[in-house]
């Protein structure tokens, strides 16, 4: 049962164009969402985050919106720089919890020059 | 800045060998994780701990076990390797809401 999903395995995306990365879950009990970007033989980072009290969250070329009643959020780069091609994971957090996160399936953006 | 030190950057080990993957933290996190990543799986957690001594497991705990005996320091083991056990696994500790990573372990069983 997945309760956190990245429908999209791949996308790909103009540099200077906005890229949009996808995420659903299906439990109305995390209370924080999270965006990591991983490289290849590297740990995964942190980008940016949300409470799920809040609707956005903004950090430079990074957005990301949260949409509970469709139990959506989505990841807005823009510009888009080659430099950003990675794989992006979206997390979810339990309230409450004692940090543990549920990670969603990775979407590999890739960013051509 | 927070450093997860995992222990060995890729290992090869053959089916049946007892294999140990360590993991320090040295920002006095509370919390620390193992997760494995597949392709198309994305991370999956295996164990964590929210205390030395403490431990609970993730959504794939079979076939491994962990220690964590020292608050920094936190081992997974896997006590009889098989082939399905080839993955990266990550280690992580965490302040808040947020998880810092290692750089991973690649780890082949053959």
């Known amino acids: 049962d997945q309760q956190v999903k990245q429908n999209s395995p791949s996308l790909s995306v103009q540099e200077g164009r906005i890229s949009i990365l996808n995420c659903d879950y299906t439990?109305?009990?995390?209370?924080?969402f999270l965006w990591y970007k991983k490289y290849p033989a590297e740990g995964p980072t942190f980008l940016i985050s949300?409470?799920?009290?809040?609707d956005k969250n903004e950090d430079g070329r990074f957005t990301v919106f949260l949409n509970k009643s469709a139990k959506h959020l989505s990841l807005h780069i823009v510009p888009s720089q080659p430099g950003d091609s990675a794989v992006y994971f979206c997390?979810?957090?339990?309230?409450?919890?004692?940090?543990?996160?549920?990670f969603g399936q990775g979407t590999t953006l890739q960013v051509k020059p | 800045d927070v450093k997860v030190t995992q222990s060995s950057r890729y290992l090869v080990k053959r089916t049946g060998e007892k294999v140990f993957l360590e993991c320090v933290q040295d920002?006095?996190?509370?919390?620390m994780f193992w997760y494995r990543q597949d392709p198309g799986l994305g991370l999956r957690l295996i164990y964590f701990?929210?205390?030395?001594?403490?431990?609970e497991k993730g959504d794939i705990p079979e076939g491994y076990s962990v220690s964590r005996e020292k608050k920094e320091r936190f081992s997974l083991i896997l006590e009889s390797a098989s082939t399905n056990q080839t993955s990266m696994y990550l280690c992580?500790?965490?302040?808040?809401?947020?998880?810092?990573f290692g750089s991973g372990t690649q780890l082949s069983v053959l």
């Open positions: 992580a500790s965490s302040r808040y809401e947020k998880l810092f």
């Open positions: 439990n109305s009990m995390f209370d924080y």
């Open positions: 949300i409470s799920s009290i809040k």
């Open positions: 997390a979810a957090r339990f309230s409450g919890n004692t940090g543990k996160l549920i």
């Open positions: 920002m006095d996190h509370e919390n």
């Open positions: 701990s929210y205390d030395v001594k403490m431990k």
